[in-house]
């Protein structure tokens, strides 16, 4: 839907620079009366398309309103191609075109100018739009957003065949704050319902298995999936976990079934990367288009179904921070002490699977 977006207002723009140019030869008479009438029926196009943009953009961001929104927008785009066309008849004939009465002298530079003018102005909004839907694409691919990743050394990871693996603390980008890790999420604004607020100290994997206490890399998921009893499902049910891979078959993205709707969509709970948490369905997401199911018996009577997928922590150190010292550490602006026990660098920026 977002190259809809992008290519919609990509036309507006380029139609509206053309026709901002034709008004402007009308200006200073080079255009004949011909090029305005037939540019004139020619802009019921230029406001169809910038009205489609605008209708694509209402489905995705609208929310609760996409409806009044969707009415409005039709209707103002109806009325402004009405009085669209209105304008330039009386630009190049004057009133006598529109049957109204005998041909009369009209104000034809102001209204060249007037129309100059609001093509001008679409063609900056249709410029913007597109700038902006152009970018939020990119932003739902984290591009521009690169948090530096340190591995924590009070502790680390284990599954149940004892594989370890170390656990990691994220450091916001410089001139970046917390609001930029949720910048994917925005893109669905519309289909997501949020659950929790930013938490900068664990990503999907770090909340799901590490009970939110610190970043999981993607391959390490791959170690507990084999370790842990986890077998591939088809029938999800809620309490099983979803994994999102691209096409290589990377993970990507993880979350937990909280339900099954209605219809029997299952009714997914992840936190998106550094972001918030989300209730979404398995397709309403920027990660990837294959997910797979997938269950364990381990834990089994516990109540809080996530809590069946945490992973032993196991202390390298007499002394463990806890959750509270984790989160002031993961805001620690990039260059400054992290704490008592300075974790080595890793090198590099965000690896996938965040």
């Not at 170390?166 to 001139?175: C, I, S, V």
């Not at 936190?271 to 990660?287: S, T, V």
Request: proline share 6%; net charge neutral.
């Amino acid at each position: 839907m977002e190259a809809v977006e992008i290519l919609l207002w990509l036309c507006a723009f380029v139609l509206a620079l053309l026709m901002a140019a034709l008004m402007v030869l009308r200006i200073v008479g080079r255009a004949p009366d011909r090029w305005v009438t037939a540019g004139g029926y020619a802009s019921a196009l230029l406001y169809c398309l910038a009205g489609a943009a605008a209708l694509n953009w209402a489905a995705v961001h609208g929310g609760t309103f996409v409806m009044p929104l969707r009415v409005g927008i039709l209707l103002l785009t109806t009325g402004l191609t009405i009085a669209h066309i209105v304008m330039v008849r009386v630009l190049v004939g004057g009133l006598s075109l529109l049957g109204l009465s005998r041909r009369t002298p009209t104000p034809r530079l102001p209204i060249a100018l007037g129309l100059g003018g609001a093509y001008a102005l679409l063609a900056a909004v249709a410029a913007s739009q597109f700038y902006a839907a152009a970018r939020g694409t990119a932003d739902g691919q984290l591009s521009g957003f690169a948090p530096r990743f340190e591995v924590i050394q009070d502790f680390i990871l284990r599954t149940d065949k004892g594989r370890t693996f170390p656990a990691y603390r994220a450091f916001l980008p410089q001139g970046h704050d917390e609001t930029a890790a949720d910048a994917p999420a925005r893109l669905l604004d519309g289909y997501l319902i949020r659950e929790g607020p930013i938490d900068t100290r664990s990503n999907c994997h770090g909340w799901l298995f590490a009970q939110g206490e610190c970043v999981v890399m993607g391959d390490a998921v791959e170690a507990i999936l084999q370790d842990n009893g986890y077998q591939l499902v088809t029938n999800p049910a809620p309490g099983d976990i979803i994994v999102y891979r691209d096409e290589h078959g990377v993970i990507m993205h993880s979350g937990l079934v909280r339900g099954i709707l209605d219809d029997g969509t299952p009714l997914i709970e992840s936190k998106w990367g550094l972001g918030a948490r989300y209730l979404h369905r398995p397709m309403d997401q920027i990660f990837s288009p294959h997910f797979s199911y997938y269950r364990s018996p381990r834990r089994a009577e516990l109540a809080d179904t996530r809590a069946r997928h945490t992973i032993e922590i196991v202390l390298t150190n007499t002394y463990r921070i806890d959750s509270q010292e984790i989160g002031s550490a993961a805001s620690t602006p990039p260059g400054s002490s992290p704490g008592p026990t300075a974790p080595a660098s890793a090198a590099g920026g965000p690896p996938k699977g965040l």
